[in-house]
């Protein structure tokens, strides 16, 4: 894991989620990217663009959070960058070669009744990249034991699993597979690749009727300090992602979610 990319919003979240993004890019020995988007207006009535003054005040506004906090010896890069703020994402994750995106829950979103605000939201739904869901105020620690459920094992995508092996071979965590038998099962759904074998500690098998209720259900056994699940079109998030904003009713958590994607659709 080289490369990592943190949105900043204009959260109070803002400078601890930057505090925990530079601290697991020092346990990686990555290069940190800081960015914030913003888009292209015009004055009403004018010609003159304010973008500029955007851009101007965007760049501040990262330069004062970075300077609030310990960089170590962490390479932090700070970009502002212009347009739509998933297309424009994507791009410059695919320009730096990003393996990871770290998100805060809510970057703007004062309510409590949401998990997952509409920023964050739109990341976890519409990014291909693999992301951290970190919760606010959350402080760096290596994971000693995580949780990983899936309601199918099958994996479309070599790379897959890349962003899990790299968990392994740093911190060495225990790794526990939950594999959630939903309504829709099929039996090749179970189906455990060598791949996937050799990465996780042990296997279990439950039958709930969403996997988010497989993991409350299996939560207290395992313990876990870090969950592990799987961004797919039609799965996990499928009802909660017809909206960006995920409300805490339909998913919640207090230790970060790590976002694979490429597994089965």
Known sequence: MKNILVPVGSSKNAKSHLQYAVDFAEAFNAKLFVVQVYNVYTK?????????VIERESIDFLNNLVAQIDTKDVEVIVKTLKGKFIDTLELACKAASVDLVLVEPRTNSIKDEVYLGKTS????????????IVPEGYTFSEPTNMLMAVKSAIIR???????????KAKFNPSID??????????????DVTEDLKSVVNTITTTEQATVFQGLLYHYETHKPD?????????????????????LKKDF?????VLVLSGMKD
Not at 121 to 132: D, R, T, Y
Not at 157 to 167: M, S, V
Not at 177 to 190: A, I, Y
Not at 229 to 245: A, C, D, I, L, M
């Open 121 to 132: 939201g739109k990341i976890i739904k519409q990014m291909e990249v693999p992301a951290l």
């Open 44 to 52: 009403a009535g004018t010609l003159m663009k304010v973008d500029q």
């Open 177 to 190: 597979l939950l594999l959630v038998k939903t309504p829709d099962f099929k039996d090749e759904d179970f």
């Open 226 to 246: 870090m969950l592990c699940v799987v961004r797919r079109k039609r799965g996990f998030f499928e009802k909660k992602w017809e909206k960006n904003t995920i």
């Open 252 to 256: 919640n958590s207090n230790i970060p």
């Open 157 to 167: 995508k070599n790379t897959a699993l890349d962003p899990l092996k790299e968990f």
